[in-house]
Antibody, heavy 122, light 112 residues
Framework: EVQLVESGGGLVKPGGSLRLSCTAS????????MSWVRQAPGKGLEWVGR??????????DYAAPVRGRFSLSRDDSKKTMSLQMNSLKTEDTGIYYC?????????????WGHGTLVTVSS | DIVLTQTPHSLSVAPGQPASISCKSS???????????LHWFLQKPGQSPLLIIS???SRLSGVPDRLSGSGSGTDFTLKNSRVEAEDGGIYYC?????????FGQGTKLEIK
């Protein structure tokens, strides 16, 4: 059974940092490109960024609002993806979902985690 | 960035009646590989989004056949031929052709 489990959310002051993790199971994590999608309270969905598989270069892409402040990494040995969030702003508040993205033979977004809540507030 | 515009913003439908949601893209979502990277998700209250339709019209396993997706280029539609109580929630279209990936603003379906 495919599972994505996020962790690391919490309350942080503006300007602070937080590190989110996503632990995967039930599929060959090494081959998957992984994304984060966030949702501000009562708002819609916003793609945050993605990291490609190491085979495909392990490169990262980010949405403009987080570029330069957020950084994605992965540890295939632990089947984990991390999102380092720095210089946090109040508008970064929301639920952050880990999403299985491009994965040969499967559909983008076919598996999502339950999400982890990030609250940026003084 | 590609803008996806969904209409209506919300709709209220009685069980057994049809429903339709439009998603219009600011650019064509047709890739040179022949695929169109427009997908539909349903998010129920307190839950993670669920992929229901991939690449315009491919229903995911377990998605009832009363739900169907159609369209091409820049205009797409999600149709429900007979709404049931379990269909309530917010529907989002999303494109994964161009970075940044973008979502429509969502359409809330209320079951009367």
């Amino acid at each position: 059974e495919v599972q994505l489990v996020e962790s690391g959310g919490g309350l942080v002051k503006p300007g602070g940092s937080l590190r989110l993790s996503c632990t995967a199971s039930g599929f060959t994590f090494t081959n998957a490109w992984m994304s984060w999608v966030r949702q501000a309270p009562g708002k819609g969905l916003e793609w945050v960024g993605r990291i490609k598989s190491r085979y495909d270069g392990g490169t990262t892409d980010y949405a403009a609002p987080v570029r330069g402040r957020f950084s994605l990494s992965r540890d295939d040995s632990k089947k984990t993806m991390s999102l380092q969030m720095n210089s946090l702003k109040t508008e970064d508040t929301g639920i952050y979902y880990c999403v299985r993205g491009e994965f040969s033979g499967y559909d983008w977004g076919d598996y999502w985690g339950h999400g982890t809540l990030v609250t940026v507030s003084s | 960035d590609i803008v996806l515009t969904q209409t209506p913003h919300s709709l209220s439908v009685a069980p057994g009646q049809p429903a339709s949601i439009s998603c219009k893209s600011s650019q064509s979502l047709l890739h040179r590989d022949g695929k169109t990277y427009l997908h539909w998700f349903l998010q129920k209250p307190g839950q993670s989004p669920l992929l229901i339709i991939s690449e315009v019209s491919s229903r995911l396993s377990g998605v009832p056949d009363r739900l169907s997706g159609s369209g091409s280029g820049t205009d797409f539609t999600l149709k429900n031929s007979r709404v049931e109580a379990e269909d309530g929630g917010i529907y989002y279209c999303m494109q994964t052709l161009h970075l940044p990936f973008t979502f429509g603003q969502g359409t809330k379906l209320e079951i009367k």
